[in-house]
């Protein structure tokens, strides 16, 4: 008894260890998104030196749905603000984990 309790705990500190340990979602895709919304921004503002902000980022759990297995990927969602050419603008910019590019959830507004 006593070593399958050692043993579950050991099991669940290193789950806890290993979940501290990783870069969040919303680090490891920012520099993408950013990217992202600067070229749109800049195209649609007409403006090529405008600049970004990260206003505010989360970790989007993809919807839960019964019997499936895979639901799909996180994804981390950003609100960036640009300004540039007496102009500015948000855009929410949503990239997926494991994904090659990101996607606007909206238009610059």
Known sequence: MKIRVLGKSACAAALV????????LTTTLQPTAMDYALKRARFEMNCPSATGSVLSSETIQPPARALMVN???ERAQ?????SGCDQRKTIVVLCAQGGDGCFAANGLQ
């Open 78 to 82: 950003y609100t960036i603000g640009v």
């Open 17 to 24: 260890l290993a979940a501290c340990s990783t870069t969040p």
């Open 71 to 73: 639901q799909g990927p």
